[in-house]
């Protein structure tokens, strides 16, 4: 007889192969025709805010795996506030002015010295709206919920009417000036750029050292005497106006080969290793400070160049005197204000040498450093020549190298207010912690910060010229502009003339003809994206200042995180931040940077049309985001095998509810047996641990934890035993229900915990739960842990059990090994143990044949009567027999019962009682 119709098999329509690629955007599509983030949100009215405000990724090119990382873990985080009695709404951003788009145009053939800027910052415009809306398709792919019809955008006229509050108020308090000062300038992009747009690579650069013979000595130095400088830019020789010397130092005149020359006694032993100095006598000491205002001749041009005492020089490296160009170093600069030098820039906004640089005119600046050399030389001014390589700033968009150049910029003056942003940092929760510190010393030695630059696609510096050169920034002008900008967009600027942009009637003592001029140079785009705690926080009803959480890479510590940072301070006095959480860089699986001539790239976009979004937001749950983190195709695989484990488990768990009805079904916790309220409290602990895990923001824990729960706690353990219970009794046996009663609260729990990481799975999942109500998962709270009474006590006594299993699951293992068993329902396992585990054995009233799995079982002796032949094991003394009788057709329990009703003669007692009841029905 076949008896498989009589088997509660499971049942459910919900498919094992995640087939993600092709689902995916049908959940999707239902999410936009359905509106679920408004439902979110409206559900979610009411509750107490947490912003987490996004930080406007550049509008320019496909998204990489570093965009999928930031965007999935914001998601993991909205959608957990959302779920755990918050209102959390999520405004994406796009930050849009800027080089790169400006070089997007002129790579695609726009001859932008053709046009007009504003016909140029309009095709600029057309250009960022076109990637804005391709990244928001590979964004929204990624099952990233937010209000994607209404981000922010940096060039919007209401977004760049407050950027020119925030930039009027903070001038109202005095911290914007013009100034001349060194900053680095690209001459590849011919603009000067903040720190923030800095990064470093090797150079390889000349080393040179040069005698400056003194011309006047103050009576301190015989005027046969050379001071030795040394540089690695011999093209700002031509710039020296002066040699610092540090005023605590020892200096030491040595004599070599008939000459004399001073360095800084520690760096003797070096210079002379360096330039061949084969026996320096040292005939005179000096102390720094008695050098200041010795007159040396500069090499080159026999001008003088002035000795003066700064703190900037070190025994690092070089000689202790240090070459000073004021128009091409800070230190350089701030020493040659303080003894009145004047500012000589020999260099042009494209990098090649002036009028000024007699003798190199016309050349790039690089180029110039052979031919200086050797003026040098004929001089008989080098004392060395050597290559050295470097770690040198370059421009982060051109990758070429940049250059102090002295120009006249608009700087935001940092130090003004400097203490008020250190105390904002210490006020902020960073995460990890080390971000607090990195902040914090950025923000103590930063210098201030240039916020001008010279090109056409940003938004205006807001700032008008009076005929006698006066700069106009007041209340008036200021609100008019941002009035202005918000009507007509910022391009207005570039249309209109001076007049035509201030107030009706404006008039001002510096211009008594009524003639104004109005200021060329944008903004630093970092001062555009830096604004937007006013330009979207404030700005918008759904949002509010100061965010929860800001959270990008750790390369924003010196850029958004820093620049909001400043611009907040400046006009509230606080950060706009509560808390900064940082993410490292993606590397490939062999810890490498990923480039295309490697071929080592993962794309986002190839994931997931091979595997799916949740299987690439499952691997962000699974790595340690705070740190660098790895991904290839073999690492996403095995986070897929892990994703069907998870799929496998829900599927399991639907297929044995398709007949129980939790209004009617369910089992009260104090009716269930101890092993199901076991489980419950796993469950419990499960929900304890990633509520815990989620609120650390440490997905890697909800990774971990769901995964043991689905692989070890159920399938290893209580689903694996219960198959013998849901398939093998009756409809509405007791123990039958109880375990249902278990696996719909595992359901639910896990559909939910899982939600903000598997967010299309679970959403697939929850259509398939015929018991619930809400129309997805999004519009449910995460569980919360329960009371459960003698948690500790049913705990303890299940794991102690568990242990001892799994001696009994290696004996079974060793014995199948051997040939005496095949499955484990054909064994009998006889115990032997101690004390304390008959005593565990004895208190448990559940089948222990069962619960292990086996179809024979007994407690035969104590572990020291136990035979040679016994698997001897830390719990136990094992052994493994042929269970003995005959195999029942429907259970294949293996028991001398079979046949024993006559009625079923080929099954066991337990499968005859099921089959009379199902006959008679």
Request: charged share 25%; proline share 5%.
């Amino acid at each position: 007889m076949d008896f498989k119709d009589t088997l509660l098999m499971p049942k459910t329509d919900f498919p094992m192969r995640g087939n993600l690629p092709k689902r995916e955007p049908d959940i999707q599509a239902k999410w936009e025709e359905t509106n679920i983030y408004e439902k979110v949100q409206k559900r979610t009215e009411g509750r107490p805010h947490f912003i987490l405000h996004d930080g406007p990724p550049y509008a320019n090119g496909d998204i990489h795996i570093g965009h999928a990382l930031n965007k999935i873990l914001k998601d993991f985080i909205v959608r957990y506030k959302s779920m755990t009695g918050y209102s959390s709404p999520y405004v994406p951003g796009w930050d849009t002015h800027g080089l790169p788009i400006e070089q997007a145009l002129t790579n695609k053939g726009v001859k932008r010295k053709e046009m007009t800027v504003a016909e140029f910052r309009k095709l600029c415009e057309e250009y960022a709206y076109g990637q804005i809306e391709s990244q928001r398709t590979q964004f929204k792919r990624l099952g990233v919920r937010g209000d994607w019809e209404n981000p922010y955008i940096t060039l919007k006229p209401a977004y760049e009417a407050q950027q020119i509050k925030v930039f009027g108020d903070m001038a109202k308090k005095g911290y914007i000036y013009k100034g001349l000062k060194p900053v680095y300038w690209s001459p590849s992009s011919e603009s000067a750029l903040a720190e923030a747009e800095i990064e470093y690579q090797d150079k390889r650069s000349a080393s040179i050292y040069v005698g400056f013979k003194v011309k006047n000595g103050q009576g301190v130095l015989s005027d046969d005497i050379e001071i030795v400088i040394w540089t690695t830019t011999p093209w700002t020789i031509p710039a020296n106006l002066g040699i610092s010397v540090h005023p605590e130092l020892t200096y030491v005149v040595v004599e070599e080969s008939g000459k004399k020359y001073l360095v800084a006694e520690a760096l003797l032993e070096s210079v002379a290793a360096e330039i061949g100095w084969e026996d320096p006598k040292a005939v005179q000491k000096v102390e720094g400070k008695e050098l200041e205002n010795i007159v040396a001749e500069h090499p080159l041009y026999g001008r003088d160049s002035l000795v003066m005492l700064g703190e900037h020089v070190t025994t690092d490296a070089g000689t202790g005197c240090v070459h000073t160009a004021p128009g091409h170093g800070e230190d350089d600069f701030y020493v040659g204000q303080k003894y009145g030098l004047g500012v000589l820039n020999p260099v042009d906004d494209k990098g090649y040498m002036t009028a000024e640089a007699e003798g190199f005119e016309g050349l790039f600046y690089d180029e110039a450093n052979k031919p200086i050399t050797e003026k040098l030389q004929e001089k008989g001014a080098l004392l060395k020549l050597s290559f050295i390589t470097h770690s040198y700033p370059h421009d982060w968009r051109t990758k070429k190298p940049v250059i102090f150049r002295a120009t006249a910029q608009w700087f935001a003056s940092i130090k003004d207010f400097r203490t008020d942003l250190l105390q904002a940092i210490n006020d902020t929760k960073f995460v990890p912690a080390w971000g607090e510190t990195r902040l914090y010393n950025m923000v103590r030695d930063r210098g201030d910060w240039c916020i001008s630059r010279q090109r056409a696609w940003g938004v205006p510096i807001p700032v008008f010229y009076a005929e006698n050169g006066d700069p106009i920034i007041t209340d008036e002008t200021i609100d008019h502009v941002s009035n202005l900008f918000r009507e007509n967009g910022s391009n207005i600027w570039f249309e209109r003339e001076a007049k035509d942009l201030l107030p009706e009637g404006f008039t001002h003592a510096g211009s008594p003809n009524g003639q104004f001029t109005k200021e060329t140079d944008i903004m630093d785009v970092w001062f555009d994206s830096g604004s937007s705690h006013q330009a979207v926080l404030e700005e918008r009803d759904d949002l509010e200042r100061p965010a929860d959480l800001y959270l990008e890479g750790s390369d924003q510590y010196r850029g958004w995180f820093n620049s909001s940072l400043s611009t907040s301070v400046a006009v509230t006095g606080k950060a706009p931040y509560k808390g900064v959480l940082s993410h490292g860089f993606v590397l490939d699986g062999d810890g490498r940077k990923m480039s295309k001539s490697l071929g080592n790239v993962v794309v986002p976009a190839k994931v997931m049309n091979q595997l799916g979004a949740d299987i690439l937001r499952l691997w962000v749950a699974s790595v340690d985001y705070q740190a660098d983190v790895r991904v290839s195709d073999a690492i996403l695989k095995q986070v897929a095998e892990v994703y069907r484990k998870i799929r496998n488990t829900f599927r399991f768990l639907l297929g044995n509810l398709s007949d129980f009805n939790p209004a009617t079904d369910a089992v009260p916790f104090e009716e269930l047996r101890e092993v199901d309220q076991f489980m419950l409290v796993k469950l419990n602990k499960l929900t304890k641990h990633v509520r815990d895990s989620y609120e650390k923001y440490e997905f890697a824990g909800v990774y971990h934890a769901v995964n043991n729960f689905c692989t070890l706690d159920l399938s290893a353990f209580y689903l694996d035993f219960a198959k013998d219970i849901l398939y093998i009794e009756g409809v509405n046996h007791p123990d039958r229900r109880a375990i249902q009663t278990v696996l719909h609260e595992s359901l639910l729990s896990l559909v939910k915990l899982v939600a903000p990481i598997l967010s299309h799975t679970a959403d697939e999942v929850w259509s398939f739960i015929p018991s619930v109500t809400e129309e997805s998962v999004q519009l449910t709270d995460l569980p919360e842990a329960k009371e459960i009474p003698n948690e500790k006590e049913l705990e303890d006594k299940w794991n102690a059990f568990l242990n001892l299993r799994d001696d009994v699951l290696k004996a079974l293992e060793e014995a199948r090994n051997e040939k005496v068993i095949g499955k484990s329902l054909a064994a009998k396992v006889s115990l032997y143990v101690n004390g304390r585990t008959k005593e565990l054995l004895d208190s448990i009233e559940e089948n222990l044949g069962q619960l292990f799995i086996v179809s024979g079982f007994e407690i035969a002796g104590s572990y020291e009567e136990a035979p040679e032949n016994a698997v001897k094991l830390e719990h136990a003394a094992i052994v493994v027999t042929k269970a003995e009788g005959e195999t029942c057709e429907r259970c294949w329990v293996v028991t001398p019962e079979v046949g024993k009703v006559e009625e079923f003669p080929t099954v066991c007692p337990r499968c005859a009682s099921v089959l009379k009841e199902h006959y008679s029905n």
